[in-house]
């Protein structure tokens, strides 16, 4: 329930290869969490909401490429924060190989006003 308290959107999921995708594509998920007093701190959005979000978006990156919900466990995340967020944020994230018991990602996240960088993520996952 409380990821759902996120507002979070999902802007798109991409399973198969999009037309005249570059080379180096993988599948993965776009989402966006709303900027909200309520996941701030002095009008900063709380580094565990960005967190969360970014979570929440491999997750979905990583069904993309299953085609299909599996049980994982986080086991490893890393975020460098770029700069201070009190805005909207698209996080993109992105599958990027699959091993047959663990699954590895990275996650973008950035302004949805002018798209510069604030924050990235690296993860790890073992399949249940």
């Known amino acids: 329930p409380w990821v759902q308290d996120l507002g979070l959107l999902v ?3 991409e399973a198969g290869r ?3 995708a570059p080379a ?23 580094p ?12 979905l990156a990583c069904a993309a490429a299953w085609n299909g919900y599996r049980a994982v466990s986080i086991i490893d995340q890393t975020m460098h924060f770029l700069r201070p967020v009190n805005f909207d944020v698209l996080i993109d994230a992105r599958v990027v190989r699959i091993a047959r018991s663990t699954s590895f990602g990275r996650v973008l996240l950035s302004s949805a006003v002018d798209r510069r ?8 996952y073992a399949m249940l």
């Open 18 to 20: 999009p037309a005249g």
């Open 11 to 13: 802007e798109a999921v």
């Open 48 to 59: 565990q909401a960005l967190l969360a979000t970014s979570d929440t978006a491999m997750i």
């Open 117 to 124: 960088p604030v924050g990235m993520v690296s993860s790890a």
């Open 24 to 46: 180096d594509w993988q599948p993965g998920a776009v989402i966006r969490l709303p900027y909200s007093s309520k996941l701030s701190r002095e009008g900063v959005v709380c």
